[in-house]
């Protein structure tokens, strides 16, 4: 089917290909870059991502776990065929990559334990819970989404920046800055750990843990770094001045931008955030229109 066929190009597209406004704020980073080390490991960086989009090869070993947002206005329906056609989509852009083949085999026992090895083809390896997005609460990337609108977003999260995400409660003390703070100080520690910086991290803050790392996968499909906000740029300069720096060499750019969004929240103490470093090939992000 012309649908599943897309789908399988998508996910070869967010694997291989660097969005526009990640490769303006790479080169603005090489251009005011003067510590020699580190500029050269930009210009490395910049050169990989060609080579990728050159010759649709993955740009990462880890080729990452496929994470779904369908984003539906109301005169869509979001059928079981839809469904079916996601994962089969999936299963062969997978495929076709070639992906490294990740899915474990056995039952939950063995899979956790990962004591009977691997399946062989990378498309054995399922995508993660799809997220539906109808616009209907008041997030900082809260989109205008038309009646006629069905998106399929697709998202390839790497298992480095996973091992060092956090999802924790944050007692607010009525104060924004208080939190934001909370969480810079959360990514610093990580991406001095990550190794594969310059990050674009995504900072989710919301009432539960489901709904920050929701409210986390969004700001990744709909973020923008050519459109950051105050917070954003906030946590921009707090996070470059660590001098962590591109593969850990120093300089100017920890972070090429950021992703903070914040959601509904409740009348309580607390505030659930969830933080993550992405590596310098992140966010892998497609989007597919129908």
């Not at 066929?5 to 090489?30: C, F, H, P, Q, W």
């Not at 500029?39 to 990728?52: D, F, S, T």
């Not at 999936?90 to 899915?103: E, K």
């Not at 969004?261 to 933080?275: D, F, M, P, T, Y």
Request: charge should be negative; charged fraction near 25%; proline fraction near 4%.
């Amino acid at each position: 089917m012309e649908i599943i066929e897309e789908i399988s190009k998508s996910i070869i597209d967010a694997s291989t290909t660097l969005t526009g406004d990640k490769l303006v704020a790479l080169e603005n980073a090489i251009e005011i870059e003067d510590n020699d080390n580190a500029r050269w490991a930009l210009l490395q960086i910049l050169e990989n991502y060609k080579v990728a989009q050159k010759t649709r090869f993955p740009l990462c070993d880890d080729t990452g776990i496929p994470h779904v947002i369908i984003e539906a206005g109301c005169e869509r329906e979001i059928t079981g065929d839809l469904l079916n056609n996601i994962h089969e989509g999936i299963a062969l852009g997978l495929n076709n990559l070639p992906a490294r083949p990740m899915a474990v085999k056995g039952n939950e026992v063995q899979r956790v334990e990962q004591s009977i090895g691997l399946y062989e083809k990378p498309g054995m390896l399922r995508p993660a819970s799809i997220l539906i997005d109808c616009a209907n609460d008041e997030s900082t990337y809260k989109r205008e989404i038309s009646p006629d609108t069905l998106n399929l977003h697709f998202i390839l999260e790497g298992g480095g920046p996973e091992i060092r995400a956090k999802t924790y409660r944050v007692y607010h003390k009525r104060s924004f800055k208080n939190v934001i703070d909370t969480a810079i100080d959360w990514l610093s520690d990580s991406l001095n750990l990550l190794g594969c910086t310059p990050s674009i991290p995504s900072i989710g803050i919301g009432r539960t843990h489901y709904e920050a790392n929701a409210l986390l996968l969004k700001s990744v499909a709909y973020g923008n770094l050519t459109n950051q906000s105050d917070t954003e740029r906030y946590v921009n300069s707090r996070l470059n001045d660590t001098g962590i720096g591109p593969l850990g060499f120093g300089g100017k750019t920890t972070v090429l931008g950021s992703y903070v969004n914040v959601g509904n929240q409740r009348a309580s103490g607390v505030r659930i955030v969830a933080v993550r470093p992405s590596c310098f090939v992140e966010p892998r992000v497609a989007t597919l229109k129908l």
